[in-house]
Every structure is written in structure tokens, then in C-alpha cells.
């Protein structure tokens, strides 16, 4: 039975950006970045209000099909409770259309903020991180980004096929432990880029070898990301679709090219247009300053835990 909840639970979700495929793992790899998304939601006597500050908030739609309140309704809805009425507010920091994981922030944002309003009505009610995986994963239609929001760190997730109890797709991942010396830099661009799009730029076959080299270069990702951060360089390589995509990503493939002829390990964000350097040093002011004169925004992140309620 779906039970209401009392009117005046205000509970503040902040969650992670993320990048996702750090060059190889397409739609597997993906880490969480400490540039935060806060969502307020409380519990009114009826009705829905939203308001957005910061990033997008020029953009989106300000009421129902807003894709945090959709998630928080879903999210109340896995929970088995409901609200009368929400206040929802949404302060933005990460951009929009960047290959930054912000649509699936403001999903996994939504979803936790949902949790936090059932498990304080019942602490028996809140859902599971694995259960938060599969929900934020359903509304992107893959886990790497929404996994990372959730879990923080590096995660390694994968899809399995259709339940034979529910028939519906499993999301799943796993977090990594990260050497600690590694460190992300994001060279952010002014330029917007639609991820439709740059899925749309990627062929349906690719040749064997083009595979083997990818599943080589994952696997090695993961010993560099927890182990080995020396090798991140060959670890971030790729042959399955940051070159198709570089024509719709003239800028940043020329900035991932020179990052790597200096022997930093830079990869397409996502479906880009931001690149994401690891690294285990300090970034030459060289390169710095001439990304500014190209007008690019350059960000210090450490890598950052999950999805956090209060």
C-alpha cells in the first residue's frame, strides 16, 4: 500500500558530475567528479513548484516534465510512498551538454533526493545504491554516468539482458578503489554537443581488431586506474569512437591530441565536447594558458564519493 507523506520533509540531495568511457570502456567506465549539483525537495499540501538557478536554468522546462521532478516521482513511486505536493529546488553547477554526466545527475539527484524523503518516513522504505543503479541507468539507457553519480569513484558497470523474472534490462556496476595519486583536470568548452548525435556519428560493425584492441585497453584501465597510474597513458587509448566522433569535435580532438603528445592521459568526456586529462601531476601553466586563449574552461576535480542526502 502506497502511504503519504506528512507535509513540511525537506531533504537536500548534492550529487556528483561524471565522465563517462575514459577512452576505451564505452559505456562501462565512468567516474565521479566533485562538481556538485544540489536538489531541495519538500513535501507540501499540494500542487508542484520548481525552481532552477545556475546552470540550465534558462533552458529547461520549470514544472512536471522537468527530469528531476520525473525522477523524484519515480523515485517516490519505487519507494512506495507519495507526496500531496513538492517544492523542488534545483542549484546547478555542472554544464549542460558537455559530456559532464548532467542529465544523469539530475536523474540520480531526483532519485536519492526521493529516497531520503521515504527513508525518513520509514527507514525500512529507502531503496538499495543497487537499486538507485537500475533506476537512474532505465532513464539513461546505460549505467556508466548514472553508476558513477551513485557509487563515486571509478566504476566499472555493464548491462545484463532482459530478467527472465521481470523482463527488464539489469544495470549493474561496481566501484574501484583509485591509486590515490590520481587526479582529473576537464578542459571544458564553450561549445555545446548533443549526445544523439555523436551516438549517431558511430558505426553499427567495427573490425575484430579494432575490438580486440579496446577490450585490451579496459581491461588495462582498470589495473592503471587501482595500481599502476604510469600506465595510464596506453590505458586511455581508443579505437571505437573517439575518431568517428572527431569530426563533429574539432576543438577537442585537437586538444585530446595535444595533451597526449605531452604525454598526459586525455580522453573525450563522454559524448564530449570536454576532455578529461588523469594525471598524477601538476598540469603544465603552459597548457593552461593556452587552453584559456582558446577559450576553454579549465578544472582542478578530485574525484568525488557518491550521491549524499541530508
Known amino acids: 500500500m502506497t502511504q503519504t507523506l506528512p507535509i513540511g520533509l525537506t531533504i537536500t540531495a548534492r550529487v556528483p558530475a561524471s565522465s563517462?568511457?575514459?577512452?576505451?570502456?564505452?559505456?562501462?567506465?565512468?567516474?565521479?567528479?566533485?562538481?556538485?549539483?544540489?536538489?531541495?525537495?519538500?513535501?507540501?499540501?499540494?500542487?508542484?513548484?520548481?525552481?532552477?538557478?545556475?546552470?540550465?536554468?534558462?533552458?529547461?522546462?520549470?514544472?512536471?516534465?522537468?527530469?528531476?521532478?520525473?525522477?523524484?516521482?519515480?523515485?517516490?513511486?519505487?519507494?512506495?510512498?507519495?507526496?500531496?505536493?513538492?517544492?523542488?529546488?534545483?542549484?546547478?553547477?555542472i554544464p549542460h551538454s558537455r559530456g559532464l554526466g548532467s542529465s544523469a545527475s539530475a536523474?540520480?539527484?531526483?532519485?536519492?533526493?526521493?529516497?531520503?524523503?521515504?527513508?525518513?518516513?520509514?527507514?525500512?522504505?529507502?531503496?538499495?545504491?543497487?537499486?538507485?543503479?537500475?533506476?537512474?541507468?532505465?532513464?539513461?539507457?546505460?549505467?556508466?554516468?548514472?553508476?558513477?553519480?551513485?557509487?563515486?569513484?571509478?566504476?566499472?558497470?555493464?548491462?545484463?539482458?532482459?530478467?527472465?523474472?521481470?523482463?527488464?534490462?539489469?544495470?549493474?556496476?561496481?566501484?574501484?578503489?583509485?591509486?590515490?595519486?590520481?587526479?582529473?583536470?576537464?578542459?571544458?568548452?564553450?561549445?555545446?554537443?548533443?549526445?544523439?548525435?555523436?551516438?549517431g556519428l558511430l558505426p553499427e560493425m567495427v573490425p575484430h581488431r579494432d575490438a580486440a584492441f579496446n577490450v585490451s585497453r579496459a581491461a588495462l584501465a582498470v589495473v592503471a586506474l587501482t595500481q599502476r597510474p604510469d600506465l595510464l597513458l596506453p590505458a586511455t587509448a581508443d579505437m571505437l569512437h573517439q575518431n568517428q566522433r572527431a569530426p563533429a569535435l574539432p576543438l577537442t580532438t585537437l586538444w585530446i591530441r595535444r595533451l597526449r603528445d605531452a604525454g598526459i592521459a586525455a580522453t573525450v568526456s563522454g559524448a564530449g565536447p570536454t576532455v578529461l586529462a588523469l594525471m598524477t601531476g601538476p598540469l603544465p601553466d603552459e597548457l593552461r594558458e593556452l587552453a584559456k586563449e582558446d577559450g576553454i574552461d579549465v578544472l582542478d576535480l578530485p574525484l568525488a564519493d557518491g550521491v549524499s542526502v541530508t
Do not use: M
Open 20 to 93: 563517462a568511457n575514459l577512452g576505451p570502456g564505452f559505456d562501462s567506465l565512468g567516474l565521479a567528479l566533485d562538481l556538485c549539483d544540489e536538489i531541495e525537495v519538500t513535501t507540501t499540501a499540494s500542487g508542484l513548484t520548481i525552481r532552477v538557478e545556475g546552470e540550465g536554468a534558462e533552458d529547461v522546462p520549470w514544472g512536471p516534465s522537468h527530469l528531476v521532478v520525473r525522477a523524484v516521482e519515480r523515485g517516490l513511486e519505487s519507494a512506495g510512498v507519495w507526496a500531496d505536493g513538492l517544492d523542488v529546488v534545483c542549484r546547478n553547477v
Open 107 to 199: 536523474v540520480v539527484g531526483g532519485l536519492a533526493a526521493a529516497n531520503g524523503l521515504a527513508s525518513k518516513l520509514d527507514p525500512a522504505l529507502a531503496l538499495s545504491r543497487e537499486q538507485l543503479v537500475q533506476l537512474a541507468s532505465e532513464f539513461e539507457g546505460h549505467p556508466d554516468n548514472a553508476a558513477a553519480s551513485v557509487l563515486g569513484g571509478v566504476v566499472v558497470s555493464w548491462t545484463d539482458s532482459d530478467c527472465p523474472h521481470t523482463g527488464e534490462r539489469e544495470y549493474r556496476a561496481v566501484r574501484l578503489e583509485v591509486h590515490p595519486d590520481i587526479r582529473a583536470v576537464v578542459f571544458v568548452p564553450q561549445e555545446r554537443s548533443s549526445t544523439a548525435h555523436t551516438r
